[in-house]
């Protein structure tokens, strides 16, 4: 039991975190004071041996000028806190030790050791390490051979050294506590910190479970990771609520506009069953049944395409298409209801003017705008199809002189499902602007609209650019 409740407890990402943490920390400091050590002992041993390379000098250059009697003299004229440290020996050619100084309280290294250093030195000078028995301290004496086969040997006592050595050791281990408690504070501190966000984003994802879907992650402003993070997710819960609240209306806004077909298809479907034989009313309302599927179908795959082209998924086929081949095709499938209408249909677009787009998609979106610019226009009216080359972009203007729209209307009219007041008593299903503007952007492009009450309206649709050099 004890052992699923640590493992559970050394399992979660803050323990861990705050572990790793306190661990790096007391590792850093670890290695911080061995370097400093390292350097010190390095530094001072250095220090020491250079000041008896000096020594050994002056020693040496004694006893060139004065032998065994000179270095002795030499002894004799040190100061006081020179000889405390100050070791010296005289070994002439035959390995005999002519002269020895010991530094005070360094009785106990056994300098036995350095009998016959004259046979067993084949360098011209080395340095000499001589341990005491509990190695605190030691004898460090560089030895050098004379002209004369004699062997000269200054040296000194470490205890110094060692001792501050010491000093700083022992204040590392004061300070060892009062630093890991300190780190391991700041580990805790970093470690909630660190994970405060997290937190947040976790507290923010249970509200959205609860159907809280208004939860958001504060962001504080300013420009480090976190609070990208924060903007990120708060942009995509705005997008999954804008998705949520699109897909809701649109739902609302099919079961709305399916009532109507649906109740007229079951009212026409009761009626033909309560009347008795008659074969003409059974065509009648099997016509009308038609219809009112027709409609139906039309609504789901319209809505289907909108879908498909806002998600990406949508696979178009572009090519290089002639703009006014389109048009005519367009307008011809229109003239019937544009002549019932009473409508003038004009194309103005430029006979060689290209385009590079999915020409059975095209044709389904400028033949919307074909089809609104008709059934919203006055008796007598006129319906003109443009377009004009831009930098980038080609610019395909459908413009009437109907009733037209008011300005508060534009942002509406492409939202799907949406439909003017004035024309909700006219045939339709409200979804050809929303899919216009879906193939456009779907292409590349963009759509937008200028218009005002009795003044007509002016559609545009911008696509891609092509020149005619450019294969298709």
Not at 148 to 176: K, M, P
Not at 177 to 186: C, E, K, S, T
Request: glycine share 6%.
């Amino acid at each position: 039991m004890f052992a699923k409740k640590a493992k559970r407890f050394f399992a979660q990402f803050g323990v861990r975190i705050f572990i790793f943490q306190a661990l790096f920390f007391a590792l850093s400091t670890l290695f911080l004071f061995g370097s400093v050590f390292g350097l010190m002992s390095t530094t001072l041993k250095q220090k020491d041996r250079e000041l008896v390379q000096a020594k050994e000098s002056a020693f040496a250059f004694r006893y060139a000028n004065g032998g065994a009697a000179g270095v002795k003299q030499m002894i004799a004229e040190q100061e006081p806190e020179d000889k405390i440290w100050l070791f010296a020996r005289l070994e002439d050619s035959s390995g005999k030790a002519t002269l020895l100084h010991i530094p005070k309280d360094s009785e106990e290294f056994d300098v036995k050791f350095l009998d016959g250093t004259a046979s067993k030195q084949k360098e011209r000078s080395k340095w000499i390490v001589i341990d005491t028995p509990g190695d605190e301290d030691a004898l460090e004496i560089l030895s050098e051979r004379m002209p004369d086969g004699a062997i000269l040997q200054i040296g000194h006592n470490t205890d110094d050294r060692e001792q501050s050595l010491d000093v700083l050791q022992n204040i590392f281990l004061g300070l060892s506590l009062p630093i890991l408690l300190i780190g391991a504070l700041g580990a805790y501190f970093f470690s909630k910190r660190t994970l405060k966000p997290i937190r947040r984003l976790i507290a923010t994802l249970h509200d959205l479970k609860e159907g809280n879907m208004s939860a958001r992650l504060n962001d504080n402003g300013t420009q480090d990771e976190i609070s990208e993070l924060s903007r990120t997710f708060n942009q995509l819960l705005d997008r999954i609520q804008d998705l949520l609240t699109g897909m809701k209306r649109t739902v609302n806004d099919i079961a709305h506009d399916l009532r109507t077909p649906m109740t007229r298809f079951r009212g026409v479907a009761e009626k033909a069953l309560q009347s008795e034989d008659n074969l003409v009313l059974y065509r009648e309302a099997l016509t009308e049944c038609v219809e009112a599927s027709d409609r139906i179908l039309t609504l789901v795959d319209t809505v289907m395409d909108i879908a498909e082209a806002k998600s990406g998924s949508i696979q178009l086929k572009c090519k290089q298409v002639n703009l006014r081949a389109i048009v005519d095709e367009i307008l011809d499938l229109y003239e019937v209801v544009a002549e019932e209408a009473e409508v003038e249909l004009i194309n103005q677009v430029p006979a060689d003017l290209t385009v590079l787009a999915d020409s059975r998609h095209l044709v389904r979106a400028i033949g919307n705008l074909v089809d609104n610019a008709v059934k919203y226009n006055n008796r007598g009216g006129h319906v003109w199809v443009s377009a004009v080359r831009e930098a980038t972009m080609v610019r395909i203007g459908v413009s009437d002189d109907g009733i037209g729209i008011a300005e508060n209307e534009h942002p509406k009219i492409w939202t799907r499902l949406y439909r003017i007041d004035e024309s909700r008593s006219r045939k339709g299903l409200g979804l050809g602007l929303t899919l216009v503007k879906a193939i456009a952007e779907a292409h590349g492009g963009r759509v937008a609209v200028e218009s005002a009450i009795g003044k007509g309206a002016e559609f545009r649709l911008w696509l891609p650019n092509v020149d005619r050099s450019q294969p298709g």
